[in-house]
């Protein structure tokens, strides 16, 4: 197999050919057919999240099919589509594990983090941890589901069901949950950078009410607000702009730090929380609610071996929506 593997944090990914894995007891292995390119794996390569494994294989929105399949596993079968995502195992008897909390284990293995992932023709996978996907849809388009359409939809579940919806930060995420919003018959107020009009017109295209600068107020007060950017400036910000009770939720697995704020802005019973990986739960019901909704995908494809540029240019904002390398 090949890879495009981070040798040492900071430095470029290297195309390298490794010895074809096998799937030990409870795995599988995947012939990697599309994987998405999320900003996680910005802050995996930069060394911004804690005990990585090194070297690793990046990549944890994995839309394959099965070609090998180790002891133990039930269900599957060579030649199904399977999708794979950021949570690649959890240990099943810690608290959170036993109390429905999968996302926030003790003793996770996260895929393209702390497991090889899909910048690879191949990978390895917990056969529990991976999603059928069915046939309906093309490898590319579904690629971006697996990370920002399941973290965006827990994101938006944790939102809860106002009406009036933010997203600061409008990428691969924002324009999937900003779509599954509208179906849901919600309003999407866009944030983007200051004077970035081209994503701003891309999000009204997908049908938002209103988009703006980060920097400005929406023309009403929004029931929630997802903040998808990595600035912790946005907090205080989407604070500003929700109503009495409203949420903000930080969807993010990385963030810079967030200013001091005046507390008027978290009074009056507004809430600011945080969303965390992901649970299986949560890919059962986004993958069977997707198909129905209709959700298009933005993508912007590589080849595999140009994932250093794919990284550099979703680092740069030069695509909207989201890209994918294709071995
Ligand atoms: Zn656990
Ligand atoms: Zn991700």
């Known amino acids: 197999m090949h890879a495009m593997v981070l040798q040492k944090i900071g430095a470029a990914l290297e195309w390298t050919e490794l010895a074809d894995p096998q799937p030990g007891s409870g795995e599988i292995r995947v012939k990697v057919s599309a994987c998405g390119v999320c900003r996680t794996d910005l802050h995996v390569v930069d060394g911004e999240l804690p005990n990585p494994k090194v070297p690793i294989i990046p990549g944890h929105e ?156 929406p023309p009403e007060s929004l029931d929630a607000a997802i903040i998808f950017a990595t600035v912790g400036d946005l907090v205080p910000l989407a604070l500003k702009a929700v109503r009495k009770g409203g949420r903000v939720v930080c969807a993010g697995i990385h963030m810079s730090d967030i200013p001091n704020f005046p507390y008027r802005l978290l009074w009056e019973e507004r809430q600011l929380v945080s969303v965390a990986n992901l649970t299986r739960q949560d890919g059962i019901d986004f993958l069977r609610l997707a198909p129905e909704i209709g959700i298009v995908t933005e993508t912007t494809r590589y080849p595999l071996n140009q994932a250093n540029q794919a990284l550099a240019d979703l680092r740069a904002g030069r695509f909207e929506g989201a890209a994918v390398l294709v071995p």
Not at 146 to 175: E, N, P, Q, T
């Open 62 to 217: 994995i839309v394959g099919r099965i070609e090998m399949i180790g002891a133990g596993v039930e269900g599957l079968r060579v030649g199904e589509r399977v999708g794979i995502p950021w949570l690649g195992h959890t240990c099943g008897i810690c608290p959170y594990c036993q109390g429905g909390q999968e996302n926030l284990c003790d003793h996770p293995i996260f895929t393209g983090f702390t497991r090889d992932g899909g910048f690879a023709t191949a990978t390895i996978a917990d056969a529990r941890f991976a999603f059928p996907l069915g046939e309906a849809g093309g490898d590319v388009s579904l690629a971006p589901l697996l990370c920002a359409g399941l973290i965006g939809w827990r994101s938006l579940v944790i939102a809860g069901v106002g009406k009036k919806l933010g997203l600061y930060g409008y990428g691969a995420a924002a324009h999937i949950v900003a779509q599954v919003a509208k179906w849901q018959g919600r309003s999407v107020f866009a944030f983007t950078r200051p004077g970035d009009m081209a994503t701003q017109a891309f999000a009204r295209r997908l049908g938002a009410t209103w988009a703006g600068g980060s920097d400005e107020m």
